[in-house]
T-cell receptor, first 115, second 117 residues
């Protein structure tokens, strides 16, 4: 079975500081990894994904994520946080050899950026 | 272009009543997904449609839940005899679904917030 862990329910950071939202995963075979963001009363918006290739993936709104196979992690990062980045962030994974055919989402991490 | 749309945006119903939630996917997307997001929970997969294939219903929590997709486009999620624990946000997503698995990006609608009294 595949799984995703987002160990922090909430991350607090000051505007202008770097931010990291953590994600670890467990799958069979090579993983496909995604980050989505959810603003209040909105659906999920795609940020970035890792399929293959470079371990550092760049996405929307200045976010990036680093795939680390040995640590089975896919942490989301941004060099300088904005107040407008405050939202709920979801990591998701699908393993190419997983039984079943669907993405598994983490429980989400709420990012709060203070001015 | 137009994104995924869902209706209604909010639905309040009484316990025991049936509800229908609608999803209009992005034009041309072959795959359509339904998820449930309960307060403080992650996304719970419900059902997945791909083209004309039989849907993957493995995530439906009970036989009170059903979904159909007509003409490979619009989908309706039906909850019969609603219970208070059905209260949640129901999200729909669509994507291209090519051979090789779930590497295609899913695009989500704004969701339907269901409250069962």
């Amino acid at each position: 079975a595949q799984s995703v862990a987002q160990p922090e329910d909430q991350v607090n950071v000051a505007e202008g500081n770097p931010l990291t939202v953590k994600c670890t995963y467990s799958v069979s075979g090579n993983p496909y990894l995604f980050w989505y963001v959810q603003y209040p009363n909105r659906g999920l918006q795609f940020l970035l994904k890792y399929i293959t290739g470079d371990n550092l993936v760049k996405g929307s709104y200045g976010f990036e994520a680093e795939f680390n196979k040995s640590q089975t992690s896919f942490h989301l990062k941004k060099p300088s946080a904005l107040v407008s980045d405050s939202a709920l962030y979801f990591c998701a994974v699908w393993g190419k050899k997983s039984s079943g055919d669907k993405l598994t989402f983490g429980t989400g991490t709420r990012l709060a950026v203070r001015p | 272009g137009a994104g995924v749309s869902q209706s209604p945006s909010n639905k309040v119903t009484e316990k025991g009543k049936d509800v229908e939630l609608r999803c209009d996917p992005i034009s041309g997307h072959t795959a359509l997904y339904w998820y449930r997001q309960s307060l403080g929970q992650g996304l719970e997969f419900l059902i997945y449609f791909q083209g004309n294939s039989a849907p993957d219903k493995s995530g439906l929590p009970s036989d009170r839940f059903s979904a159909e997709r007509t003409g490979g486009s619009v989908s309706t999620l039906t909850i019969q005899r609603t219970q208070q624990e059905d209260s949640a946000v129901y999200l729909c997503a669509s994507s291209y679904r090519l051979a090789g698995g779930f590497k295609e990006t899913q695009y989500f609608g704004p969701g339907t917030r269901l409250l069962v009294l």
